[in-house]
């Protein structure tokens, strides 16, 4: 497993500020599709 690589998981290296922003956007908009499937009840 050690030997595994992938040029998503490569990329932080080069730009790691994208990358991070990219997670947390990613995060925050599963998060905000829970809270609306909650509240809206579907």
Do not use: F
């Not at 050690?2 to 998981?9: E, T």
């Amino acid at each position: 497993m050690s030997d595994w690589n992938d040029s998503l998981v490569d990329r932080p290296e080069t730009d790691g500020a994208a990358y991070a922003a990219g997670w947390t956007i990613s995060g925050l908009a599963v998060l905000g599709t829970i809270v609306a499937v909650w509240v809206l009840g579907i």
